[in-house]
């Protein structure tokens, strides 16, 4: 694959919460086909795909753990995570490294993605609410929808995505589920 190319971005890191869209940047990717954003303040870098380690029985989205300047992170694998299958990797297959906050502070994740496309600035008037139904995300994962000329782009609540908690809860299922 490809030779890891970090990108700066910044290093704020903004709070989970519920409130209402406002103008903002924010990093687009495309994952199977379709434009996905999420806020930059959340992103950290961008680095081109590298193998992961492989951790024994974890959740079929965690595709494994990498090296990051003597870190430990976490991969996801997004589309999994989004139920839409595991992402195939191609040449522009690469890790956009988030924080998330957990109770320790912001703890860095990888997420898997098909290609980064742009930074965009969207204005809070052209976000529409997350739809109650049939986007085949569940509801809190969208933060809300961009429109664009020709559909949107699912803004995603990174905070929600990635909750720590559920992630750990889930590990704890497969766990279980091992040992029982």
Same mark, same amino acid.
């Given at each position: 694959?490809?030779?890891?190319?970090?990108?700066?971005?910044?290093?704020?890191?903004?709070?989970?919460?519920?409130?209402?869209?406002?103008?903002?940047?924010?990093?687009?990717?495309?994952?199977?086909?379709?434009?996905f954003g999420i806020e930059i303040?959340?992103?950290?870098?961008?680095?081109?795909?590298?193998?992961?380690?492989?951790?024994?029985?974890?959740?079929?989205?965690?595709?494994?753990?990498?090296?990051?300047?003597?870190?430990?992170?976490?991969?996801?694998?997004?589309?999994?995570?989004?139920?839409?299958?595991?992402?195939?990797?191609?040449?522009?297959?690469?890790?956009?490294?988030?924080? +998330?906050?957990?109770? =320790?502070?912001?703890?860095?994740?990888?997420?898997? $993605? @098909? /290609? *980064? %496309? &742009?930074?965009?600035?969207?204005?809070?008037?052209?976000?529409?609410?997350a739809p109650a139904f049939g986007?085949?995300?569940?509801?809190?994962?969208?933060?809300?929808?961009?429109?664009?000329e020709h559909g949107f782009i699912?803004?995603?609540?990174?905070?929600? +995505?990635?909750?720590? =908690?559920?992630?750990?809860?889930?590990?704890?299922? $497969? @766990? /279980? *589920? %091992? &040992?029982?």
């Amino acid at each position: 694959m490809t030779q890891p190319a970090i990108v700066p971005a910044s290093h704020a890191v903004a709070r989970a919460v519920d409130r209402p869209a406002v103008d903002g940047q924010y990093l687009t990717f495309s994952l199977q086909g379709e434009v996905f954003g999420i806020e930059i303040l959340r992103v950290r870098e961008i680095i081109g795909y590298t193998r992961p380690t492989e951790i024994p029985l974890m959740p079929a989205f965690v595709h494994g753990v990498i090296n990051l300047r003597g870190s430990v992170v976490p991969v996801i694998d997004l589309a999994h995570r989004l139920g839409r299958g595991a992402t195939e990797l191609k040449p522009r297959t690469c890790v956009v490294i988030v924080e +998330v906050d957990g109770e =320790d502070g912001a703890q860095p994740m990888g997420i898997l $993605v @098909d /290609a *980064v %496309e &742009a930074v965009l600035d969207i204005a809070a008037d052209a976000i529409e609410p997350a739809p109650a139904f049939g986007s085949g995300l569940r509801a809190q994962f969208i933060r809300g929808m961009a429109r664009r000329e020709h559909g949107f782009i699912v803004l995603l609540e990174v905070g929600r +995505v990635f909750a720590i =908690d559920e992630l750990a809860a889930l590990a704890r299922g $497969v @766990d /279980a *589920v %091992e &040992a029982g």
